[in-house]
């Protein structure tokens, strides 16, 4: 009895001097999901069904790290069908995680999507269900319930520009990638002619290979002008894990042979190419870079330069900031403090890691940010082993951001500076004449200058032959703001082929 007049009386005297009392629990917001009938098929698919919250007067954004950043949830539905509900709420995986008690009540467009493209890991990939974005009323605190039909799907078909005299938009079938995956697949490229192609029947031409940042569609090629003397192609920056790196792997397959032995031999043959390996050459920023350098260390016999800009690590002792051979964990740096991802030209942090692997969760099947589609996954399964569940080993675990130090082995066969260093005698004879051009800026947002660095310090020591290539770290740069000019790069391949 005493016990509750005291505390009876704690709570009076609590009012009076405003001590302030625990706030309610917020009530959550609720997405319920359906999907139309007509969007079932004959076979009801299983994948991950997204809902996105975007501003009122635009759309949700799917796939953006970079604040300010709005809520959304994933899960997975196995065997959607029109007569299940699939609801996702503050119990369902959700980026960033602190969205919901943050989230000001007001208007705002939401949109559901299924993901179920075996071979396009993105959002809006062909075959996808989803709904129109609509404008809704979401007050975080009081409890929302919204109720999304898919009753749309994206056709089976991309869309792809309409094809001009100089631009062509192939979907190559790969024998390769179809007996890896064990279902038809093709290799989608996109193709820049020069503009006297068809006018001038006996001219032959060079070829470059030209890759975007990352997830840079083939479609792209649309963007890029043509050149009297080359034929230009955008290999697909989209595959069954996110972008694909155009280079052989566990996960993905062989990408990187697809291109070397089908690919490139079907297009010099059907466009008028020289074909020799004199005449080839590859270019590309960020992703880009990393795959152009990729290529030309790999096949060093088979391609005459590279011209990397700001390339995706190039050694995992710097895989952006992480150290993956010596640091216990991805998250948080040696100094207990949270690993940025991005920053400003001068230096603010912009992303974490584990900000961005936790949008990566969301998105991923069954909240693994190993199949994300997204760029860490993508690293992952282009770099990483196969587990016996036919599926990327993740680096590290996803809660806790803690190395797996056993798939380093493996990872060590896509470190570009370890592979220059430990096979020197043999690539240092193929590389040799300026065929290894990669410019980086100091203050690159990605801290992609960490590993450009090591490289720079590593190649400078290798003789027999001397390292002759170009390695250019330019000041106060960031990520894509330097480096050659496409005039430039043009005519330094211009005249390595002559």
């Known amino acids: ?280 050459f590859t270019t590309g920023g960020s992703t880009g870079g990393w795959v152009s350098f990729a290529l030309q260390v790999f096949y060093p016999d088979f391609f005459n330069g590279c011209w990397s800009q700001c390339p995706d690590s190039v050694t995992f002792e710097r895989f952006e900031l992480i150290n993956l051979y010596e640091d216990p964990n991805a998250y948080v740096n040696r100094f207990g403090v949270e690993r940025p991802a991005t920053r400003t030209i001068d230096g603010d942090t912009i992303s974490t890691v584990r900000h961005e692997c936790q949008l990566e969760r969301v998105l991923g099947v069954s909240g693994k940010w190993q199949l994300s589609g997204r760029d860490w996954a993508s690293w992952n399964a282009t770099y990483g082993p196969k587990g016996k569940d036919g599926l990327p080993v993740p680096a590290w675990d996803g809660k806790t951001g803690a190395i797996d130090k056993s798939v380093l082995d493996h990872w060590k066969k896509y470190d570009l500076k370890l592979l220059l260093k430990n096979n020197w005698a043999t690539l240092g004879p193929k590389l040799s004449g300026g065929k290894v051009n990669i410019w980086v800026g100091d203050a690159d947002d990605y801290f992609l200058n960490a590993a450009v660095r090591l490289l720079k310090d590593m190649t400078d020591t290798l003789e027999k032959p001397k390292f002759d290539g170009r390695i250019l770290i330019e000041a106060r740069k960031g990520h894509d703001s330097g480096g050659w000019t496409r005039k430039e790069m043009l005519e330094a391949m211009a005249a390595r082929m002559k």
């Open 1 to 280: 009895m005493i016990r509750c007049l005291l505390a009876v009386v704690g709570l009076i005297v609590a009012s009076w001097v405003g001590i302030a009392q625990p706030a309610p629990k917020p009530a959550s917001l609720k997405f319920q999901v359906k999907i139309a009938a007509n969007q079932v098929g004959k076979n009801p698919e299983s994948g991950r069904v997204l809902v996105g919250i975007g501003p009122a007067d635009g759309e949700p954004d799917f796939t953006n790290y970079r604040p300010p950043v709005l809520p959304i949830f994933g899960t997975d539905a196995n065997g959607f069908t029109a007569d299940k509900t699939i609801t996702l709420d503050s119990t369902s995986d959700i980026f960033p995680l602190d969205a919901m008690e943050k989230l000001p009540a007001g208007e705002y467009t939401v949109q559901a999507i299924f993901a179920t493209n075996r071979d396009i890991n993105l959002p809006h990939a062909p075959g996808n269900r989803y709904c129109t974005p609509v404008k809704v009323k979401l007050d975080p605190i009081a409890g929302t319930t919204i109720t999304l039909t898919l009753d749309k799907g994206l056709g089976a078909q991309e869309m792809v520009p309409k094809e001009t005299a100089t631009h062509k938009y192939l979907s190559i079938p790969s024998k390769l990638l179809s007996d890896f995956h064990g279902r038809p697949m093709v290799y989608r490229v996109g193709v820049v002619l020069p503009e006297n192609f068809a006018k001038d029947a006996n001219k032959k031409y060079g070829l470059i290979v030209d890759i975007g940042g990352f997830g840079t569609r083939y479609t792209h090629a649309a963007e890029i002008e043509s050149d009297s003397r080359f034929v230009q192609i955008v290999p697909d920056g989209a595959g069954p894990y996110g972008d694909p790196y155009q280079v052989d792997s566990a996960n993905n397959g062989p990408y990187g042979a697809a291109l070397t032995t089908e690919v490139i031999p079907h297009i010099e043959k059907t466009f008028r190419c020289i074909g020799t390996p004199k005449s080839r």
